[in-house]
């Protein structure tokens, strides 16, 4: 008669579980964004530039005086203008790499994030800010280019 031996129980043997494998995450589904405010602030606080850069030309050839506390303050509304013509523009950037995304239907070489975070970073700052513009030039324009 056969008789049957129990299995043999290997210590080392990692237990049975009920789980499962865990899901593949989906990718992310991008949206456009509208970005015509940005640009126009951004523009607007650009803008503001020319005069001050004319009216400081003509106050070092002394062609115009002014009045210290008028110095003062044209020079803090234009330290106002500049930071926040900078932050409107970083908040443009961060839009157009977005919608590069959308439009391409898929990631880029450099996340929205970095696109702006690269303007920061002292030696990066000279060269990655342009492959990022080129980057999503290359993925909206000529994608779109391409479907006309």
Known sequence: MLTMEPP??????APATN?????VPTTQQYQFR?????AW??????SFHIPYAILITLLLKQ???LPDEMLDLID????????????????WKYRCACNARY????????????CVGYYFIPILMLFRPYQCM??????TYLRLAEKV
């Open 103 to 114: 439009f391409y239907g898929g990631p880029l070489r450099y996340t929205p994030g970095w």
């Open 134 to 139: 080129k980057d999503i030039f290359e993925k």
């Open 34 to 38: 509208d970005m015509k405010a940005f």
């Open 76 to 91: 803090g509304l234009y330290a106002i203008a500049f930071i926040v013509g900078v932050v409107f523009y970083c908040m």
């Open 8 to 13: 043999v129980l290997n210590p080392y043997e």
């Open 41 to 46: 602030v951004t523009g607007l606080c650009i």
């Open 63 to 65: 062609v115009i005086t």
């Open 19 to 23: 789980l499962t494998e865990p899901a």
